[in-house]
DNA sequence: CGCCTTCTTGAATATTATCAAAGAACGTGG
DNA sequence: CCACGTTCTTTGATAATATTCAAGAAGGCG
């Protein structure tokens, strides 16, 4: 079970058959692991693997020509990384790992045998794929229109909705590995308007933080502040034939 | 070859063999024309259709609660429209006719058929959702570290390279049917800033403007001005075991 | 303890939004 | 063909929001 990174994923949101299985251990190459802060690969490289996060928080981030960056996703153990980069030769982002963690690569050929033998499999790959795609617009709608108070309720909603699929959310409270510059360039903010806005939302009754660790505590507010979506309890799968299933990330 | 809007959309991808042909042909329904300004669903609706846009512009939205709203796509002809929602149940966005346009509907249902019966046409699908996604981000990067002028000279070079994938851009010169509003509310800015935005580029030589026609005049110095990189030129087809082939979207 | 990174705070500046009003473009009906 | 209403664009003045620069405080780690 647990000796496949992409099955233990998978499974979260289709009983795999035994052929399922076979497909997908075929292809699992040997898990690696990354220090705290560095870079798994950098953006324009040639890469053909796809990757499942074991364990840690890894980052996706660009650098714009005058050094500022854009860290447009955070992934956490379960995530599938590297879908993006199928349809280019060469990365389109970095990758890096925040507090160390641990990798486990497949080649990207691996998808031809999927989509090959198991149509099943390959819809929900493709399922996951535009699900992906509406957490990004919904990122995005909270760029373009809304204030930085907003942002950062969305951002920390975000995570704890993640958090909570995998079980690893102490309901309230959860630990936060980023910096608040990271935090910035995640949000579109410098590190400086994170911090003050850090303390106004602690002023409003939202949050408290405590080192690393956040506290919400009025999470219901926060929802409606920033008119937050949770896309990742349900995953429709009823058009590939399958009953809907409860899902994880 | 025109009588299937979405054989004429893949066909651009890929050389489909006559089965392939003869799969979609099979689900693909009465195309249907939409006047200027009107709304083809609603964000919240239950939708099972997918569309290929076959003339006019269309767009994808969404309102925040304030009455605020966000234009996170626009569509042109050839675009495969409902990817994102696939994987949910209700609409996630709403889409609405720019100036009057036709779609050409086929039920969610066949994406199922394609997976089961044509690896080849599933990857391809796929490969366009995970394309699109590097779209999203690049979009994402400009709304959260680039200023107005960048911002707006991304959403120009978006637009063109699109249009000349379709042989739609006149070198210099393309019509732009959208409003300054409609503008702001895809790059997040407000109607008056964007305004105010155009008259500095063209005070700088990068455009000019005569109604809703714009020139390109300096299209190097645009695309250095926001690190514009051109994700239509080509999609990455070998992982599915077909040699590269030029795209269009 | 001393060094390093991160966080906080203040003051000044830059950017963008808001409000308001006038001008331009365009279609429609008389 | 012109007058009118409507929508869109432009412009100015003011306000809100976020950035920059700089310095000090807090905390972790050797």
């Given at each position: 079970m647990t000796q496949s990174c992409l099955v233990a994923k998978l499974s979260h949101y289709l009983e795999l058959s035994p052929s399922d299985r076979e497909l997908l251990l075929a292809f699992e190459e040997n898990e690696r692991t990354y220090p705290a802060g560095q870079d798994v690969y950098r953006d324009g490289e040639y890469q053909t693997r796809l990757r499942v996060v074991k364990n840690g928080w890894f980052y996706s981030y660009t650098i714009l020509p005058d050094g500022r960056r854009f860290i447009f996703r955070v992934h956490q153990p379960g995530d599938i990384l590297g879908f993006s980069d199928v349809a280019f030769v060469h990365t389109t982002s970095s990758l890096r790992s925040v507090n160390g963690g641990v990798l486990c690569p497949f080649p990207r050929a691996g998808l031809h045998q999927v989509f090959a033998r198991s149509p099943r499999l390959a819809a929900l790959l493709f399922s996951i794929a535009v699900r992906d795609q509406v957490l990004l617009v919904d990122q995005q709608r909270t760029l373009a229109r809304m204030s930085a108070g907003e942002r950062l309720a969305h951002f920390l909603l975000d995570l704890a909705a993640r958090l909570r699929v995998t079980g690893s959310f102490k309901d309230p409270v959860f630990t936060l590995p980023l910096n608040q510059g990271e935090i910035g360039d995640m949000v579109g903010l410098t590190n400086v308007h994170v911090s003050r806005t850090f303390r106004a939302l602690e002023e409003e009754g939202l949050i408290t933080r405590d080192g690393n660790r956040v506290t919400l505590l009025d999470e219901a507010r926060l929802r409606k502040l920033c008119d937050?979506?949770?896309?990742?309890?349900t995953l429709d799968a009823?058009?590939?034939?399958?009953s809907r299933l409860p899902t994880s990330e």
């Open positions: 937050f979506v949770d896309r990742y309890a009823t058009w590939f034939d399958v």
